[in-house]
């Protein structure tokens, strides 16, 4: 078991990227602490895998963080799932939309790592991984400009966390998937016009000819969790299938 002995907290658990890679590090050996705002689906992980601990969790609300995070214990490994796509341009992204998505994409995982680096720094260890997107800094994407933008900020954040803590047993990384077959995917296919066509349209713009599956970007997450990424710091890593490359 690649996480044995390891304490790992999830935040977005309730479905997609989050549930799954909750289930596999579970799966992996690790006590794993699952989080969500939406408490129902997130009771849903303790039928897959009844060892999991699940808690309702508003990661944005700073109140409801330091209070989660005073009462764990010791963690061994924040993974911070938590993200909001805005479809639109600047023009399209109104104070409202742009206060959300600043609020969901950024502030949460500096909420989560502010109370959570302290316990790792006592430990003289810690390992904190952060979804992003290669929709940022990385790669301009159509109708993304403040979730791009964000997830730009989260690629610098995870940069400047891994340099300061390095010294000290800190690790930080973040993983960039490209598109990836989840519900709240699927939920933006329902918004459009023509759902049939936005599918078909989505899957044409892969290079691969295909969407990702979040056990994908959960075999990821699960390398970077554990000892065998130990040298592993600081870096950005795209799972989209090639889109990149060119």
Not at 189 to 200: F, I, L, Y
Request: glycine share 8%.
């Amino acid at each position: 078991m690649r996480l044995k002995n390891k304490k790992i907290v999830v935040t977005a658990a309730a479905q997609g990227i989050g549930k799954s890679t909750a289930l596999k590090f579970a799966f992996e050996g690790a006590s794993v602490i699952a989080t969500d705002i939406n408490e129902q689906k997130l009771n849903e992980i303790k039928n897959e895998n009844g060892s999991i601990d699940t808690q309702k969790l508003d990661a944005t609300n700073k109140e409801e963080v330091h209070k989660f995070c005073s009462n764990i214990g010791d963690i061994d490994v924040l993974f911070h799932a938590v993200g909001f796509v805005h479809h639109g341009t600047l023009m399209d992204c109104d104070d409202e939309e742009f206060t959300r998505s600043v609020n969901v994409n950024i502030y949460s995982a500096y909420l989560m790592s502010y109370n959570l680096l302290p316990k790792m720094l006592n430990k003289g260890k810690g390992n904190i991984i952060i979804v992003s997107s290669a929709a940022s800094n990385v790669k301009g994407a159509p109708n993304r400009f403040i979730y791009g933008t964000t997830k730009a900020a989260l690629n610098g954040f995870v940069k400047a966390v891994a340099v300061d803590y390095v010294k000290q047993g800190i690790r930080c990384n973040a993983i960039l998937p490209g598109t990836v077959e989840t519900p709240s995917w699927e939920g933006r296919v329902q918004m459009a016009s023509d759902p049939t066509q936005a599918r078909k349209d989505f899957i044409a713009r892969q290079a691969m000819g295909r969407l990702a599956q979040p056990d994908e970007i959960a075999s990821l997450a699960t390398y970077l969790a554990s000892d065998e990424a130990a040298f592993v710091t600081g870096q950005t890593i795209a799972v989209n299938g090639g889109k990149t490359c060119w």
